[in-house]
C-alpha cells in the first residue's frame, strides 16, 4: 500500500453529501500528481489512466479512465468499480487551476469537480477532490462496503 504521507486514493459512494459520488482524496503530494494529470490532459493529450498514477494507493481505488472530448460529458459509471471522464480541453484546464487554488490557499478542502462548474451533462457523476480531509480511517471504514 501507498505510505500514508503520499497518497491518492479514490472511491464510488452513493448519496455523498446527497448525491451518487466519486471520491478523490489526496495529500499535497498526490494533489500535484492529479493536478499535472489535468495539465497533460488540458494541454490535449487524448486519454489519461489514473492506474498508473504513481501515488496511487493500491487497496482504496476505482478504475478511472479520463479522456479529451469534444463535449463535456462528465464523470460516468461504466461498471462496478469503472468510471469513464470525459471532457473537452478548456474543462480539463478549469479543473487544473481549481486543484491548484486548493494548495495555495490552505492545507486542506475540497473542490467539486462536476456539473456545477457548469455546461457539463447533469447525469453525470459529482466528484470530490479533497485535499487532507479524509483519513486512512475512513477509507478503511467504508470503502469496501461501498466499491465491492
Known amino acids: 500500500m501507498t505510505d500514508t504521507l503520499k497518497y491518492i486514493r479514490t472511491g464510488f459512494y452513493d448519496n455523498f453529501k446527497g448525491y451518487?459520488?466519486?471520491?478523490?482524496?489526496?495529500d499535497i503530494n498526490g494533489l500535484l500528481e492529479v493536478e499535472n494529470a489535468f495539465l497533460k490532459l488540458s494541454q490535449?493529450?487524448?486519454?489519461?489512466?489514473?492506474?498508473?498514477?504513481?501515488?496511487?494507493?493500491?487497496?482504496?481505488?476505482?478504475?478511472i479512465k479520463a479522456y479529451?472530448?469534444?463535449?463535456n460529458i462528465g464523470l460516468k459509471?461504466?461498471?462496478?468499480?469503472?468510471?469513464e471522464w470525459r471532457l473537452a480541453k478548456?474543462?480539463?484546464n478549469q479543473f487544473r487551476e481549481m486543484v491548484t487554488v486548493l494548495y495555495r490557499n490552505?492545507?486542506?478542502?475540497?473542490?467539486y469537480l462536476d456539473t456545477e462548474t457548469g455546461d457539463i451533462d447533469l447525469d453525470?457523476?459529482?466528484?470530490?477532490?479533497?485535499?487532507?480531509?479524509y483519513p486512512l480511517s475512513f477509507w478503511a471504514e467504508h470503502f469496501d462496503t461501498c466499491n465491492s
Open 68 to 71: 479529451n472530448d469534444t463535449n
Open 77 to 83: 459509471q461504466i461498471d462496478k468499480g469503472k468510471f
Open 124 to 133: 453525470s457523476l459529482q466528484v470530490v477532490l479533497s485535499l487532507n480531509e
Open 106 to 111: 490552505g492545507t486542506s478542502g475540497h473542490q
Open 20 to 26: 451518487d459520488t466519486v471520491l478523490i482524496s489526496v
Open 44 to 63: 490535449g493529450l487524448p486519454h489519461f489512466d489514473f492506474s498508473t498514477l504513481k501515488l496511487l494507493d493500491t487497496k482504496y481505488h476505482v478504475v
Open 90 to 92: 478548456g474543462k480539463w
